[in-house]
């Protein structure tokens, strides 16, 4: 375990992907205590309705990784502009593209993925905004969760998504069933070069909290 502080480990628990360990196995017994950890987080709708398929195959990551990257050069939805300018020239804007790449070229070689789920019908009719609030309310806690957790004890993990836009294909490579189980999203996890994280440049307070009123 480090010897964090609850603020520290709130501060610096990162998107991590350069600085994953390619080489060192993680243990079952690690991946355990911070699923642990993670059955403890308050669930959206007053019932656990998630589940953690753990990745751990060299077959089924490499597959998993060819769908990623499929999703990347091969997008199946669009996705909206959400408006925040993201000046391609800025350090910040240069570092997270090289991140990118980084674990575009080596997500396959990352010791365990962990694939949370929710149990979510699916249905012909776009959800609601309530239900996917209840739906992302039942998931993303226990993420949290098992994120700072894996971070105290010296693992990096990192929240990815474009595999989702193969989901279909995924839930067959993992033996999920499709109609009635949503995966959230696809989690690469690995011990971390070195623990010395730092918290990111982040908006001022006054840029992004509104008091009262918008």
């Known amino acids: 375990m480090l010897d964090l502080s609850p603020d520290q480990l709130l501060s610096t ?15 079952r017994e690690l991946l355990e205590e911070c699923l642990a950890l ?23 990551r490499a597959g998993l990784a060819d769908l990623y ?3 990347l050069t091969h997008p199946t939805q669009h996705i909206s502009d959400d408006g925040v300018d993201r000046a391609a020239g800025t350090a910040s804007r240069q570092r997270g593209m090289a991140s990118g790449r980084h674990l575009f070229e ?8 962990v694939v949370p789920c929710v149990r979510s ?8 905004v309530v239900e996917q609030a209840n739906t992302w309310g039942s998931i993303l806690p226990a993420v949290w969760s098992f994120m700072l957790a894996a971070r105290s004890r010296g693992l990096g993990t990192a929240w990815t998504t474009p595999h989702l836009h193969y989901e279909e294909k995924a839930a067959e490579l993992l033996g999920i069933d499709y109609q009635e189980v949503q995966q959230a999203a696809l989690i690469p996890l690995a011990h971390t070069v070195g623990t010395d994280f730092r ?11 509104h008091w009262d009123r918008w």
């Open 199 to 209: 918290p990111g440049p982040r908006a001022d307070l006054d840029q992004v909290v």
């Open 106 to 113: 080596h997500l396959h070689e990352v010791p365990v993925m």
């Open 38 to 60: 993670a059955t403890q987080a308050p669930s959206g709708r007053n019932r656990q309705r998630w589940e953690f398929v753990i990745v751990t195959d060299a077959g089924l």
């Open 13 to 27: 628990t990162r998107a991590v992907r350069r600085r994953l360990d390619l080489t060192r196995p993680v243990s």
């Open 69 to 71: 990257r499929l999703g």
């Open 121 to 128: 019908v699916r249905s012909a009719q776009p959800p609601s």
